[in-house]
């Protein structure tokens, strides 16, 4: 159990063009998740938690009207990455919490980005 | 910035070994976790110690956490081939609900 997924895995796009990722618990619910972006070789940066019928939460830094989160369901919250530039090109992952069972975040495999 | 600063960066062990990774973190936690992401993947939750445990065991893995050092170790025994990844540390700080910050990682590698 505790399955999270990702669509899609890899994508490509021209910049200035927006991107829509999915990020889906499969087998749970869960009121919050996570979105991060990773560099090469880096760590994990958190960019915003994103909550089930509220508005999602931006840490310090991220741009919240370039960074579009909505979270609809119990099951599935989008990252829309929009009017993307170069420096948007990273591999951005996704983490779920159980509705009500806290601490222990299940993580998406990721979506490639590349801005061309 | 990062709340943890791991060490070390790299690790290059022969399989059967023992790998020991260190994480030190700046603030009060409520919990620490460790992560492994193989290359290009999501990350595999490995175990949680709590900031009123100062030992844990999973298998091969064994955690150990001092707070009066701000710090905690990861310990993988027997290593093999297939643990070759990268290993993180998170922390979720007090009052930070369940967001985690994630340490820098180390990148180990177990050659036959």
């Known amino acids: 159990g505790a399955v999270v997924s990702q669509h899609p895995s890899r994508v490509i796009c021209k910049s200035g063009t927006s991107v829509k990722i999915e990020c889906r618990s499969l087998?749970?619910?869960?009121?919050?998740m996570f979105w991060y972006r990773q560099f090469p070789k880096q760590s994990l940066m958190l960019m915003a938690t994103?909550?089930?019928?509220?508005?999602?939460?931006?840490e310090q830094g991220v741009e919240k009207d370039k960074f579009l989160i909505n979270h609809a369901s119990l099951t599935l919250s989008t990252l829309t990455v929009t009017s993307a530039h170069p420096e948007d090109s990273s591999f951005y992952i996704c983490?779920?919490?159980?509705?009500?069972?806290?601490?222990?975040?299940?993580f998406g495999p990721g979506t490639r980005l590349t801005v061309t | 910035s990062q709340q943890g600063e791991e060490d070390p960066q790299a690790l290059s062990i022969q399989e059967g070994e023992n790998a020991t990774m260190n994480c030190s973190y700046k603030t009060s936690i409520n919990n620490l976790q460790w992560y492994r992401q193989n290359s290009g993947r999501g990350l595999v939750h490995l175990i949680l110690?709590?900031?009123?445990?100062r030992e844990k065991h999973s298998g091969r893995l064994r955690v150990t956490l001092d707070t009066s050092k701000k710090s905690s170790s990861l310990l993988i025994t027997a290593s093999r081939a297939a643990d070759t990844a990268s290993y993180f540390c998170a922390t979720a700080l007090t009052g930070g609900g369940n967001k985690l910050t994630f340490g820098t990682g180390t990148q180990l590698k177990v050659e036959l």
């Open positions: 983490s779920a919490i159980r509705t009500g069972l806290g601490e222990e975040q299940y």
């Open positions: 994103s909550n089930e019928g509220s508005k999602a939460t931006y």
């Open positions: 110690i709590r900031s009123n445990e």
């Open positions: 087998d749970f619910q869960a009121t919050t």
